[in-house]
C-alpha cells in the first residue's frame, strides 16, 4: 500500500503546486480527521475508509446544527450501503477494525482506529438475480458505472435497483441524473420481464419486490450497527446521504420504527462537505494492561495519559501547530478479567482520582452490558490507552440559509403516479428541489427531485425544509414511548 499511496500523493501534490496552490493541503483519514500529506505518506492505512468517515463526520455535525446527537448516518452510493453510528455527538469508532472480511476469512486487523462502519453490497446498480430455487436477490453484484444500470443506456442488461425505482415512478426518466441521460425505458421493461416471466409474476410486482428486496438489506445492516451494538434505532434520527439515500431513507425509518428522517442539503455530495469541516486529527494507543481494584491504578492513568499527551503536544510542535489549538478527547478499552471481550468507554480530562473510579467502573458495566447483554461482579482491568489529540485549523463554518420568499406551490413541477410498495400506488406531487428554501413545508405522497438525488416522501409523511436546506421528515408521531 505505501509505494502505491506515496506515488499518488507526490503526483497529487505536484500538480497542485503547478497550479498555483498556495495553501496546506489535507487528507482525510479513516478516525474523521484530517492529516498532513506527510503523516499520511508515512501511515497511508489511516486512509482505508476515509471516504465514508467523511459522511459519518458530516452527519455528526448536522445533527449539532440541528439538536440532533443521537443518529445513525446512512450512505446509499451505486454500489454499496455504508452505515455508522453517532452518539452523545460522537463518532463511534472501532480499534479493531479488519479488512477483507469474509464468511469463512477473519480478515486482516488495520490496527489504527477506523470510524464504526457496517457496509453492504447494496446501492442503485445492484443486480437483481434469480438462484438455482428460483428465489429473487438484490446484490452484492453490482453494474458499477460500466455499463451501469439498464437505464443508463450502455449496454447493461441485468435489472437493478435504480431500474426498478424507474419503473415504480420513484424516479422521473424524463429527469434522469438531472437530465443528463434519457433513461432506457424499454430496456428496463424487458429486463424486468425476464425476471418476471421465470418467477412468474408481472413486471410491476418483480419492481416492488427488488426494492424490498433492498430495503430488507438495508434494514438488516442499520440493525448491525444499532442493534447489535447494544442500541435501539428508535432512539435515533436517521440522516441519510449519497444518490440514493433519500430514495430509500423513510421506508427504512418506517421498518425500523424511528421517527425522524433527515436529507441533507446537496446530498449527493454530502461526503464532501463532511470533510471540509474536518480538524487535524491523531490517535495515540497504548496497550498496558492496569487492574482498575490494584494501588494507584488512578495515578497510573493519570500519567499515562499525561504522557501521551505530551507526545501529541510535541508532534504538532513539530509541524508548527501552537498548542493552544489543541484539545484532547481520553479513552480507554477496558474487560472483565481473564476475559477477551472488551468494550471502550470515554474517560474525564485532567488528573483522573482515586475517587472517580466508581464512576469509571460503573460506566464501563453499563457500556458492557448494553453491548454484550450481562455484566459480571468480577475484577475490571483496563487494556488499552486511547487518546484523540484534535488541532482546530481553519474551515468552513455551516451558516443557516435565508427564508425563502416564495410560495411551496411555486415548487411544484407536476404530478405522477408513484408505487409507494406497503402504502401503495398514489398521485404524488413532484417538487423541484431548487426552488424549494427554508421553512416551507408540505406532506406526502411526494417526490422531490434534484439534480444530484431524489427523495420520496410516503402518504401523510409530513416535512419541513430547515434552516440549513436539509429536509425533516417525521416518519411517525413524535413523543411517547415505544410500545
Same mark, same amino acid.
Given at each position: 500500500v505505501q509505494p502505491i499511496a506515496h506515488r499518488y500523493l507526490d503526483d497529487l501534490t505536484g500538480r497542485l503546486e503547478a497550479d498555483g496552490m498556495k495553501c496546506t493541503p489535507y487528507i482525510m483519514q479513516s478516525n474523521c480527521g484530517i492529516d498532513t500529506v506527510k503523516n499520511a505518506r508515512e501511515i497511508p492505512i489511516t486512509m482505508i475508509e476515509s471516504g465514508p468517515a467523511s459522511g459519518v463526520w458530516g452527519a455528526a455535525i448536522l445533527g449539532g446544527l440541528i439538536g440532533e446527537p443521537e443518529v445513525i448516518a446512512l450512505d446509499i452510493g451505486g454500489t454499496t450501503a455504508k452505515c455508522g453510528l453517532i452518539t452523545g455527538g460522537r463518532v463511534k469508532l472501532n480499534t479493531n477494525y479488519m479488512v477483507e472480511q469474509t464468511e469463512t476469512f477473519a480478515g486482516y486487523p488495520v490496527m489504527v482506529p477506523v470510524v464504526d462502519l457496517v457496509e453492504i453490497g447494496q446501492g442503485g446498480g445492484s443486480i437483481a438475480w434469480i438462484d438455482e430455487f428460483e428465489r429473487l436477490h438484490v446484490g452484492p453484484q453490482s453494474a458499477g458505472a460500466d455499463p451501469g444500470p439498464v437505464s443508463y443506456g450502455k449496454g447493461g442488461t441485468e435489472a437493478t435497483t435504480t431500474d426498478a425505482n424507474l419503473a415504480l415512478g420513484c424516479i422521473n426518466p424524463n429527469y434522469f441524473c438531472g437530465?443528463?441521460?434519457?433513461?432506457?425505458m424499454d430496456g428496463?421493461?424487458?429486463?424486468?420481464?425476464?425476471?418476471?416471466?421465470?418467477?412468474?409474476?408481472?413486471?410491476?410486482?418483480? !419492481?416492488? %419486490?427488488?426494492?424490498?428486496?433492498?430495503?430488507?438489506?438495508?434494514?438488516?445492516?442499520?440493525?448491525? &450497527?444499532?442493534?447489535? /451494538?447494544?442500541?435501539?434505532?428508535?432512539?435515533?434520527?436517521?440522516?441519510?446521504?449519497?444518490?440514493? %439515500? %433519500?430514495?430509500h431513507a423513510c421506508a427504512l425509518a418506517t421498518e425500523l420504527g424511528i421517527k425522524k428522517v433527515i436529507i441533507p442539503h446537496l446530498s449527493g455530495v454530502f461526503s464532501a462537505w463532511g470533510m471540509l469541516l474536518s480538524?487535524?486529527? @491523531?490517535? #495515540?494507543?497504548?496497550?498496558? &494492561?492496569?487492574?482498575?481494584?490494584?494501588?494507584? !491504578?488512578?495515578?497510573?492513568?493519570?500519567?499515562?495519559?499525561?504522557?501521551?499527551?505530551?507526545?501529541?503536544?510535541?508532534?504538532?510542535?513539530?509541524?508548527?501547530?501552537?498548542?493552544? /489549538?489543541?484539545?484532547?478527547? /481520553? #479513552? %480507554? @478499552?477496558? @474487560?472483565?478479567?481473564?476475559?477477551?471481550?472488551?468494550?471502550?468507554?470515554?474517560?474525564?480530562?485532567?488528573? &483522573?482520582?482515586?475517587?472517580?473510579?466508581?464512576? &469509571?467502573?460503573? =460506566?464501563? =458495566?453499563?457500556? #458492557?452490558?448494553?453491548?454484550?447483554?450481562?455484566?459480571?461482579?468480577a475484577p475490571i482491568e483496563l487494556v488499552t490507552y486511547h487518546l484523540i489529540a484534535i488541532a482546530e485549523v481553519d474551515k468552513l463554518k455551516p451558516e443557516k440559509l435565508p427564508r425563502a420568499d416564495g410560495r411551496v406551490e411555486d415548487a411544484i413541477k407536476g404530478r405522477r403516479q408513484v408505487d409507494f410498495l406497503e402504502a401503495g400506488v398514489h398521485e404524488a406531487t413532484i417538487y423541484d428541489g431548487d426552488a424549494l428554501g427554508p421553512g416551507m413545508r408540505f406532506e406526502g405522497p411526494a417526490i422531490i427531485e434534484e439534480a444530484e438525488t431524489t427523495v420520496v416522501i410516503p402518504p401523510g409523511m409530513p416535512c419541513e425544509v430547515d434552516d440549513y436546506g436539509n429536509y425533516q421528515i417525521l416518519t411517525a408521531p413524535q413523543g411517547g414511548n415505544h410500545d
Open positions: 437530465g443528463t441521460i434519457v433513461a432506457d428496463v421493461n424487458r429486463a424486468l420481464d425476464k425476471l418476471a416471466t421465470r418467477l412468474k409474476l408481472s413486471r410491476q410486482e418483480v !419492481a416492488r %419486490g427488488i426494492v424490498r428486496l433492498a430495503n430488507n438489506n438495508m434494514v438488516n445492516a442499520i440493525k448491525l &450497527i444499532s442493534v447489535n /451494538r447494544g442500541h435501539d434505532p428508535r432512539d435515533f434520527t436517521l440522516i441519510a446521504f449519497g444518490g440514493g %439515500g %433519500g430514495m480538524d487535524l486529527r @491523531r490517535d #495515540y494507543l497504548q496497550t498496558q &494492561i492496569l487492574e482498575l481494584d490494584g494501588d494507584n !491504578a488512578a495515578e497510573q492513568m493519570s500519567q499515562v495519559f499525561a504522557a501521551l499527551e505530551a507526545q501529541a503536544y510535541e508532534d504538532y510542535e513539530s509541524e508548527g501547530i501552537d498548542r493552544s /489549538r489543541v484539545s484532547f478527547q /481520553r #479513552y %480507554g @478499552r477496558f @474487560r472483565y478479567q481473564n476475559q477477551e471481550h472488551s468494550t471502550e468507554i470515554d474517560l474525564p480530562n485532567g488528573p &483522573i482520582t482515586p475517587d472517580m473510579m466508581d464512576g &469509571i467502573k460503573e =460506566h464501563f =458495566h453499563v457500556n #458492557y452490558e448494553r453491548e454484550y447483554t450481562y455484566r459480571l461482579d
